[in-house]
């Protein structure tokens, strides 16, 4: 079973819709939990953390399920730039090791 | 402030040769990892180096190697390449935390 696991999607939605993704892990010692952005051809770059009590970041909200172990990042009042692929990102027993899923590709159309 | 920097940025290599790609971590990260990226998948984990230390590796085989100098940048080397190894080569530096990116190095062997 892979460490973290993503829908690839595509999802396509129009400018001003909401999209969630979803993401599960399997490790259940995982302590930190990340949602990155990376744009075509681009380096990942950290979107927000994952906080147990889920933290908000403008349009941006993420949440944190332990039980369930289940990350979600939902978008809302989507633009045409946040079209990228998100990923999902959990650490390792050790801590020192970051597991990625395979992303979640994310079109807006005007 | 400069943040991670990756050399070389592209590069071509044939089955069976030798590459060593290079990365500067963000000023004041003192531990670097870096990851595999195929087209369409997302960054598998290599190996991470602390105080010039393998300190984690993940699944890749002995082919695959990295050293870690002083001043904390580092190298990856790659030994008798094969077409699989194809794919962006990225750099990630951190101090105890979030992990910021290079740019990468896109690898294509023929």
């Known amino acids: 079973r892979k460490e973290v696991e993503q829908d690839p999607g595509p999802f396509n939605v129009p400018e001003g819709a909401t999209v969630a993704f979803n993401c599960t892990y399997s490790?259940?010692?995982?302590?930190?939990f990340f949602w990155y952005r990376q744009d075509c051809r681009k380096e990942p770059k950290l979107l927000m953390s994952?906080?147990?009590s889920g933290n908000e970041d403008g349009r941006f909200t993420a949440q944190l399920n332990r039980a369930s172990q289940y990350i979600s990042l939902l978008i809302r009042d989507s633009k045409l730039s946040d079209s990228a692929t998100y990923l999902c990102?959990?650490?390792?027993?050790?801590?020192?090791?970051?597991?990625f899923g395979t992303g979640t590709s994310l079109t807006v159309i005007p | 402030d400069a943040g991670v920097t990756q050399s070389p940025t592209h590069l071509i290599k044939t089955r069976g040769q030798q590459v060593t790609l290079r990365c500067s971590p963000k000023?004041?990260?003192?531990?670097v990892s870096w990851y595999q990226q195929a087209l369409g998948q997302g960054p598998q984990f290599i190996f991470q180096y602390y105080e010039e230390e393998e300190r984690q590796r993940g699944n890749f085989p002995d082919r695959f190697s990295g050293h870690q100098f002083p001043n904390y940048s580092s190298e990856l080397n790659v030994n008798a390449l094969l077409l699989g190894d194809s794919a962006l080569y990225l750099c990630a530096s951190s101090r105890g935390g979030e992990l910021f990116f290079g740019e990468g190095s896109r690898l294509t062997v023929l």
């Open positions: 994952v906080y147990s």
């Open positions: 490790n259940s010692a995982s302590q930190s």
């Open positions: 000023s004041g990260h003192d531990t």
């Open positions: 990102v959990v650490n390792g027993n050790t801590g020192n090791q970051f597991y």
